[in-house]
């Protein structure tokens, strides 16, 4: 086996592309969006019309590139340094486009992916999967489809929903058969405008501001038979059910965790560059061991997180299965990472950390959610727990 950490000329021409995206178009408009909380749409239409969208990442004959998983972990990382809540607009049309592929037929998915690669049009995706009383526990959702001669009827609340209510395209979980238990589960592509989606609530949030957070209610939403997505049961097709919503996490926590690693890695470089031009006590403050040694364990760290997401990349441009849960490890310590580096690098600027003079105390609130979202730090853990006990998996040196 060859272990290679090298990148391809391709790979390392996109996460330049995606730095420089990041430092000219992101940086300086990242405080305003945080302030106002505003959609930040011509930096997401800028980006998605360089290829830096996630349907750049689509096969190419859903009209993507087919560039693989792996650049697109370096490409969320590279955005999300430039700012969190401004690179989850860039990447919320993945919410959509996970779930297409994850459950959509093939009809489906030549009929509805395409749609997002055209760079002149913003095609911006939602997911329905969280409400007010089913958080960790999503499959004990109370979000009802019913079956009508010509589709199904949608009724129920979604809560916490990157994109509610403005997303061209929902990716709507719900229940169509409580006594089938997650069986019952299926997805449905439900289109902006259709009769019966309202937005509630917008949500005024600690961080990642930037991004649009709001509730989705279904109030008798009609939608057509041919929205269900993986078609419609049969004897020979029992459909995705709960699996596919498990799949469609599965496959975005790997990016989650770039993000993460993103903010941790901003974070540390600010730090140590304060480090290195303040002076106390007649010396620069990385060299009293209390910073430096603060500093070196904040690069250990975004390091190791780095080589866990890279190697779920890695994987899963293989064609390898997340056996020992590799999606959830890489998402699971990128995401406590950043709360870490966030923290300590306040603590090397003191009290100038604390002030929104600087940028450090942002994105310290841009990291809490990465331990909460696509599954929180507690749910990563037992994911990862059964997959390492239930298996009796060990790591093999030889």
């Given at each position: 086996m060859t272990l290679e950490f090298s990148l391809t000329q391709e790979q390392e021409a996109i996460r330049d592309l995606a730095h420089e995206f990041a430092v000219n178009?992101?940086?300086?408009?990242?405080?305003?969006f945080d302030e106002t909380e505003e959609f930040p749409y011509e930096v997401v239409k800028k980006a998605h019309k360089l290829g830096l969208s996630p349907a750049a990442f689509l096969p190419e004959e859903y009209g993507g590139q087919g560039l693989d998983f792996l650049t697109e972990l370096m490409l969320n990382e590279e955005l999300s340094w430039g700012c969190a809540g401004i690179a989850v607009c860039v990447q919320s049309m993945a919410l959509a486009i996970a779930g297409i592929r994850s459950s959509g037929t093939e009809e489906q998915k030549k009929r509805w992916l395409p749609e997002f690669t055209n760079p002149d049009r913003l095609v911006l995706g939602g997911l329905g999967?969280?409400?007010?009383?089913?958080?960790?526990?999503?499959l004990s959702m109370k979000t009802r489809a019913k079956r009508v001669s010509d589709g199904y009827v949608l009724n129920g609340t979604k809560q916490f929903c990157t994109n509610g209510g403005i997303a061209d395209y929902h990716v709507i979980y719900a229940n169509t058969d409580p006594t089938k238990g997650p069986a019952g589960i299926a997805s449905f592509l439900v289109p902006k405008g259709t009769n019966g989606l309202k937005m509630g609530r917008k949500e005024k949030k600690l961080g990642v501001r930037a991004s649009h957070t709001a509730q989705v209610i279904l109030e008798d939403c009609h939608i057509p038979l041919d929205h269900r997505l993986g078609g419609e049961p049969d004897a020979d097709n029992a459909g995705p059910g709960a699996l596919g919503a498990l799949m469609t996490l599965e496959a975005t926590r790997p990016g989650v965790?770039?993000?993460?690693?993103?903010?941790?890695?901003a974070a540390y470089e600010f730090a140590l560059d304060?480090?290195?031009?303040?002076?106390?006590?007649?010396k620069p403050l990385w060299q009293h061991e209390a910073i430096g040694f603060k500093l070196a364990d904040m690069a250990m760290k975004i390091d190791a997180a780095r080589l866990l997401i890279w190697r779920a990349g890695w994987m899963a441009t293989q064609g390898r299965p997340f056996e020992r849960a590799e999606g959830s490890m890489a998402k699971c310590f990128a995401a406590d990472v950043a709360m870490e580096v966030t923290t300590d690098a306040i603590q090397v600027l003191g009290g100038y950390g604390y002030i929104k003079e600087y940028p450090v105390e942002k994105w310290f609130r841009d990291a809490k959610i990465y331990q909460i979202w696509e599954g929180t730090a507690e749910i990563q853990r037992l994911v990862i727990s059964r997959a390492i006990a239930g298996s009796r998996a060990s790591i093999k040196i030889r």
């Open positions: 178009e992101i940086r300086p408009v990242a405080a305003h999967l969280t409400e007010p009383d089913s958080g960790s526990d999503a965790g770039a993000g993460a690693l993103g903010i941790a890695r304060y480090a290195q031009d303040r002076k106390q006590f007649g």
